[in-house]
C-alpha cells in the first residue's frame, strides 16, 4: 500500500512540473509579408459585408478582374441597388441589393437577369 502510495505521489509531481516547464516556452511566427498583404485585401474587401436576414442577388462569380467589371457594369445599368464585391474561397462574388422579402428579390432578378443571365438569389450568411 506504502509503494502505491509513494508511486502515485512520484507521478503527481512528475506531471506538474512538466506542465509548469511546457508553460514558459514562446513562439514567434514569422509571417511572409505576401501573406500579410492577402489578408489586408480580403479584408478591405469584406469590411461592407454584414450578416443580415436581407436576400442579395449574386450577378457574378470568378476572378477578381472580372468582379471589379461586373460591379462597373452593374452600377451603369441598376444605379439604385447597393452593390458589393466579397472573397469567398477560391472565387470573388458581385452581391447586388439588400431586399427584405424574397419576393421583392425576384421582382429585380427578372430585370437583372437580362444583362446578368447567371444571377440568382441567395440569404448571405446563412
Known amino acids: 500500500m506504502r509503494i502505491l502510495r509513494v508511486f502515485f505521489i512520484h507521478c503527481l509531481l512528475f ?10 516556452k514562446t513562439v ?9 498583404k492577402l489578408m489586408t485585401a480580403k ?16 450577378i457574378f462569380s470568378g476572378k477578381n478582374s472580372e468582379a ?23 472565387s470573388y462574388k458581385v452581391l447586388a441589393g439588400n431586399f427584405k422579402t424574397r419576393l421583392e428579390a425576384e421582382k429585380n432578378l427578372k430585370d437583372i437577369q437580362t ?3 447567371q444571377a440568382l438569389i441567395i440569404k448571405p450568411g446563412k
Open 15 to 24: 506531471f506538474s512540473i512538466t506542465t509548469i516547464y511546457a508553460q514558459k
Open 28 to 36: 514567434t511566427v514569422n509571417e511572409p509579408e505576401t501573406v500579410k
Open 43 to 58: 479584408k478591405n474587401n469584406n469590411t461592407s459585408i454584414t450578416t443580415t436576414d436581407k436576400y442579395k442577388i449574386q
Open 68 to 90: 471589379t467589371d461586373a460591379q462597373n457594369k452593374f452600377k451603369k445599368l441598376f444605379p439604385a441597388l447597393d452593390i458589393s464585391i466579397i472573397y469567398a474561397n477560391p
Open 115 to 117: 444583362y446578368f443571365d
